[in-house]
């Protein structure tokens, strides 16, 4: 919940800012409530309006347009919320051969966004969003309005809701553009919405595992409203849910799922690298190996400053999944099943995304793990769609 570590926890427990108390059977910390109240991240979660904010409901229809829409994340936690899509562009043919497997009836526009135009949409649809890929900008000498911001995928998001003038736009991006070029990156986005006419609710990045997602993922949402409108409506961001759900509640029967998770393809470890990972506890990482086989892992990377805790990593079926790459045998980004000595498969990788079990994804294995490794959780798409709806339904 809090996202930090053990150690922090123990050092917590020694200077008396937070005092466990032993549990009668395993010796686990833990802790009252109410002493956890000191921590905003808590305080939210103990009085959370997620019960309430689930009864949203469209007062209208709301339409909208997505741009890079990938597998369908985001897509589908925003129809979960009430938005009908209009049209979804993607440049993957097989991301959106996905999407016209799971919705035939969605619009998809294949093919690279800026050789498409949406003049036709313009004053017809509520809200334009999706999670355009951030490329550095160039800040030689330049304003870096609008129109400098040309050869970048923020620019085609930015020209589209030029184009269609939406009520509202929702952009989703990893956190670290609220650092990129020290903050002139997030400052150059915010001159071309105020250029727009759109007024910028200040970003905020969603940590996953507070929306029902068992995942450490943390994504940064921009929302604007058109300036007309901007007196008319307020944001208010998503409620957390009321617990943190794990990797067990992601493949067991149970809250979030009614059965285990069904078998799938998944990649294979080979034969010496699964034989050292054997060695990896629950939970543990590179440095739970024995000496010798942490020297013959890391190579190079022994003696490197800096935890690298993502190497040789097992996850744990009572703390949620790390967040999960497009490629999940990747030396830097390990993410071992927790009992078994092998990478998670397709199934288990759209679960921890929350894609429900009957959206299937189209293509190679590599592929397929690509696709569902770059989207949006669907439950905090979801969340994010609810709260999208509840500012609408203002008007």
Request: with cysteine; proline share 6%.
């Amino acid at each position: 919940m809090l996202s930090v570590s053990k150690e922090t926890l123990r050092r917590w427990d020694a200077n008396g800012k937070l005092v466990p108390i032993r549990h009668p059977i395993n010796n686990y910390r833990v802790y009252h409530l109410d002493q956890l109240q000191i921590f905003d991240e808590a305080r939210l979660m103990f009085n959370s309006r997620w019960d309430e904010e689930m009864l949203t409901k469209p007062k209208s229809p709301y339409t909208g347009i997505e741009l890079f829409a990938g597998a369908g994340g985001l897509a589908l936690g925003l129809e979960k919320a009430g938005f009908t899509h209009v049209a979804l562009n993607e440049i993957m043919p097989d991301a959106c051969n996905t999407l016209r497997a799971n919705r035939p009836q969605w619009n998809i526009l294949e093919g690279d966004v800026a050789q498409l135009s949406f003049e036709a949409y313009r004053g017809k649809v509520d809200m334009v969003s999706g999670g355009f890929p951030c490329q550095a900008f160039s800040y030689a000498g330049k304003k870096l309005g609008f129109e400098d911001t040309r050869g970048t995928l923020f620019y085609q998001f930015a020209r589209v809701v030029k184009e269609v003038q939406p009520k509202i736009f929702l952009g989703e991006n990893v956190r670290g553009l609220l650092e990129h070029n020290e903050g002139k990156t997030l400052g150059t986005i915010k001159d071309v919405i105020n250029e727009l006419g759109y007024t910028l609710v200040e970003p905020r990045f969603l940590k996953a595992i507070f929306y029902r997602v068992p995942q450490k993922r943390e994504r940064l949402f921009l929302v604007g409203i058109r300036n007309d409108l901007a007196d008319k409506m307020t944001f208010n961001w998503p409620s957390p849910y009321k617990r943190i759900l794990t990797l067990r509640d992601a493949l067991k029967a149970g809250e979030l799922y009614e059965t285990d998770v069904p078998d799938s393809p998944g990649q294979k470890y080979p034969q010496r690298k699964r034989e050292i990972l054997s060695h990896v506890p629950q939970g543990g990482y590179w440095r739970d190996l024995p000496l010798d086989m942490q020297k013959e892992y890391m190579k190079g990377s022994f003696n490197l400053p800096g935890g690298k805790t993502g190497m040789a990593r097992r996850l744990s079926w009572d703390e949620p999944s790390l967040t999960l790459t497009c490629a999940p045998a990747q030396k830097q980004t390990e993410r071992c099943h927790p009992d078994e000595t092998r990478p998670l498969t397709t199934r288990e990788y759209a679960r921890i995304q929350t894609f429900p079990d009957d959206w299937d994804f189209v293509g190679k294995m590599d592929s397929v793990y690509k696709q569902i490794g770059n989207a949006v959780p669907v439950n905090l798409a979801y969340a994010m769609g609810r709260a999208l709806v509840r500012m609408l339904n203002q008007l």
